[in-house]
């Protein structure tokens, strides 16, 4: 292998220095934050099915792409108009200010859900495949608590066949061609929420891993660390058809520095909303969304580079579809995830 290609597949695998094994990050993770927290596992009344593409960083060659796919739903919650695990309010103005009068604590029940996440940077990918669970209790009048843990499996790859070797034997390497290594994946959070906001903690990669292509011990220096998520939002309504939500997000993946994302969104009863968003010393972002009845929704981000990548990056797009299955009172706007 040349020396470049030396250092950047020592640069991706080790993660003192290391982006390999970082979890994708997302822009829209407001709409979804079921992707980061599986706490959030069954918090709507209806099957939540999202399915996103993520291209990074849009010029430059090899750069991140993400694709993901979700579905969760909640079991053995009371299927009434008094439980707002199945509240709903079909018409006009759904979270108009009688959403936040009329908002009552769940009672307890469970949710059970799946993720797959793609992560594809250059030659290396990261396949990821969960089963989430999670158990939700009211803590007062309007207030509710869940716990969630995710299980399931990391299949991280190494495709030769896009690396240029100057010695076809390479000890980094086992082996010419698809290398994979499957790794078990362990998440955990908890969440709070209420009609006005919400609060949560999760923690991705819970168990370190130790990653290598080569059979050769002196090259089994790459791993993956747990990643810390805290992320924050409040619901202001400044009036009966209009509120603003803003939103925080804290990622602490060590020994990088503290991530931090800073969001907000504009909505219309509901149907429609604008946004903003900007990630530290990376990028500045604009967001735009639709709920299209009580079955589908869909948003879009653009997020604008700031950092030295963008001299040569034209941006980064990421597009969020969603399907709100099984709606039995035709909610028109999801009412707990914001």
């Given at each position: 292998?040349?020396?470049?290609?030396?250092?950047?597949?020592?640069?991706?695998?080790?993660?003192?220095?290391?982006?390999?094994?970082?979890?994708?990050?997302?822009?829209?993770?407001?709409?979804?934050n079921y992707i980061i927290n599986?706490?959030?596992?069954?918090?709507?009344?209806?099957?939540?099915?999202?399915?996103?593409?993520?291209?990074?960083?849009?010029?430059?060659?090899?750069?991140?792409?993400?694709?993901?796919?979700?579905?969760?739903?909640?079991?053995?919650?009371?299927?009434?108009?008094?439980?707002?695990?199945?509240?709903?309010?079909?018409?006009?103005?759904?979270?108009?200010?009688?959403?936040?009068?009329?908002?009552?604590?769940?009672?307890?029940?469970?949710?059970?859900?799946?993720?797959?996440?793609?992560?594809?940077?250059?030659?290396?990918?990261?396949?990821?495949?969960?089963?989430?669970?999670?158990?939700?209790?009211?803590?007062?009048?309007?207030?509710?608590?869940?716990?969630?843990?995710?299980?399931?499996v990391s299949k991280i790859s190494?495709?030769?066949?896009?690396?240029?070797?100057?010695?076809?034997?390479?000890?980094?390497?086992?082996?010419?061609?698809?290398?994979?290594?499957?790794?078990?994946?362990?998440?955990?959070?908890?969440?709070?929420?209420?009609?006005?906001?919400?609060?949560?903690?999760?923690?991705?990669?819970?168990?370190?891993?130790?990653?290598?292509?080569?059979?050769?011990?002196?090259?089994?220096?790459?791993?993956?660390?747990?990643?810390?998520?805290?992320?924050?939002?409040?619901?202001?309504?400044?009036?009966?058809?209009?509120?603003?939500?803003p939103s925080i997000m804290f990622?602490?993946?060590?020994?990088?520095?503290?991530?931090?994302?800073?969001?907000?969104?504009?909505?219309?009863?509901?149907?429609?909303?604008?946004?903003?968003?900007?990630?530290?010393?990376?990028?500045?972002?604009?967001?735009?969304?639709?709920?299209?009845?009580?079955?589908?929704?869909?948003?879009?981000?653009?997020?604008?580079?700031?950092?030295?990548?963008?001299?040569?990056?034209?941006?980064?797009?990421?597009?969020?579809?969603?399907?709100?299955?099984?709606?039995?009172?035709?909610?028109?706007?999801?009412?707990?995830?914001?």
């Amino acid at each position: 292998m040349t020396k470049f290609f030396r250092l950047l597949l020592i640069l991706f695998l080790i993660v003192e220095g290391a982006l390999a094994q970082q979890k994708p990050q997302y822009t829209q993770y407001i709409l979804n934050n079921y992707i980061i927290n599986p706490a959030v596992t069954g918090i709507e009344s209806y099957i939540d099915v999202k399915a996103a593409y993520r291209q990074q960083w849009t010029g430059l060659q090899n750069a991140p792409e993400t694709s993901y796919f979700t579905a969760h739903m909640p079991l053995g919650n009371k299927d009434d108009w008094g439980s707002p695990t199945s509240f709903g309010m079909v018409g006009e103005n759904p979270l108009g200010r009688s959403y936040k009068q009329d908002y009552q604590a769940s009672e307890p029940h469970h949710g059970i859900g799946i993720v797959a996440v793609v992560d594809k940077t250059g030659p290396l990918s990261n396949t990821t495949f969960d089963v989430t669970y999670a158990y939700h209790i009211g803590l007062a009048p309007k207030l509710n608590l869940a716990l969630g843990v995710g299980l399931g499996v990391s299949k991280i790859s190494l495709n030769t066949n896009e690396i240029t070797l100057e010695n076809p034997i390479d000890p980094a390497i086992a082996n010419s061609g698809i290398i994979n290594r499957l790794k078990p994946d362990i998440n955990a959070g908890v969440w709070l929420y209420s009609a006005e906001f919400f609060a949560g903690v999760s923690v991705q990669q819970l168990i370190p891993q130790t990653i290598s292509f080569s059979d050769n011990t002196g090259y089994n220096l790459g791993k993956t660390v747990p990643h810390v998520f805290a992320t924050t939002g409040y619901r202001f309504w400044l009036s009966d058809d209009i509120t603003v939500i803003p939103s925080i997000m804290f990622k602490y993946v060590k020994p990088a520095p503290m991530g931090i994302d800073v969001s907000t969104k504009i909505a219309f009863r509901d149907k429609f909303w604008i946004g903003g968003a900007y990630r530290k010393d990376d990028s500045f972002s604009g967001l735009l969304g639709f709920n299209l009845g009580s079955l589908f929704n869909v948003s879009y981000s653009y997020d604008f580079t700031t950092s030295a990548l963008n001299s040569v990056s034209r941006g980064t797009h990421e597009i969020v579809l969603g399907l709100m299955l099984n709606n039995h009172y035709k909610v028109t706007c999801p009412q707990k995830l914001w």
